[in-house]
């Protein structure tokens, strides 16, 4: 017996040996640094301030088709669907829905002509915006109702004849919480 | 009207006045001729809420012409 075991193992042995050593290693493990946890983080982050700084004020590019007027309301800003009216031209949300002459709506934009109030084109507008809050306050169940809120970004400038058309025409659609966005006094001076 | 400007200060004096007159009232409708600038709309707006003590409440009035 004593003879047995100090016989030399032979090359067979020797390999099914090594290869039992390297089955119990354990498996090489990548070192590296996991960063969709930081990343999520960082969105949730950039979507907070996003937010944040939404609320705080307006993004608004003055030119000479649009000078905000100066207030002394301190209210604040709300996330809203945004209607800016220049000297030329009416945008919903950034985009162009009609063409002014100065600050002034073409009679042949409007339901009625000359004394119409309800802008079409506008109209059509808003109605999309519209249905499409009332579906996302569907959709998120009492998070985000729809308000039937609009912010007016306008030229000071402009007529309280077209201010008045642009208001009937969003009252038309359901919009009637209103805010205008103003610059503060103390930035004037 | 004050040297062709408009005396917002004046119209913020009026107000005062009829606040005086009706203490619990906060809404006062405004309404103006199709050609009135929209600047003029919101100092008559600033003018007419004071220091949120007057008539904080402001509808915006298309009138009838």
């Known amino acids: 017996m004593a003879e047995e075991e100090q016989k030399p193992a032979s090359m067979g042995q020797v390999k099914a040996l090594i290869r039992r050593r390297l089955r119990r290693l354990p498996e090489h493990q990548e070192q590296s640094l996991n960063i969709y946890p930081m990343m999520d983080v960082m969105t949730i982050l950039l979507v907070f301030m996003i937010m944040q700084f939404a609320q705080e004020s307006a993004n608004v590019v003055q030119s000479t088709e649009l000078q905000i007027p100066y207030s002394t309301s301190r209210a604040a800003l709300d996330q809203s669907m945004t209607i800016t009216i220049s000297r030329a031209e009416i945008t919903v949300e950034g985009r162009p829905v009609l063409t002014l002459r100065n600050g002034m709506v073409d009679p042949s934009q409007k339901q009625g002509g000359g004394s119409g109030f309800l802008i079409t084109s506008l109209h059509r507008v808003v109605i999309q915006h519209r249905d499409r809050l009332k579906a996302i306050a569907q959709l998120s169940g009492r998070r985000r109702p729809f308000t039937g809120e609009v912010q007016i970004i306008a030229d000071r400038r402009t007529p309280f004849r077209t201010l008045s058309e642009v208001i009937y025409t969003l009252g038309q659609a359901e919009f009637a919480s209103l805010h205008f966005v103003v610059l503060q006094q103390q930035q004037h001076h | ?65």
Request: charged fraction near 30%; hydrophobic fraction near 40%.
């Open chain 2, 1 to 65: 009207m004050r040297n062709g400007q408009q005396d917002w200060g004046e119209l913020t004096t009026c107000a005062r006045r009829v606040k005086l007159q009706f203490e619990d009232e906060n809404q006062v409708i405004l309404s103006a001729d199709p050609e009135v600038e929209f600047g003029d709309i919101i100092a008559a707006m600033d003018a007419l809420r004071g220091d949120n003590d007057l008539f904080p409440n402001i509808l915006l009035s298309a009138g009838v012409r």
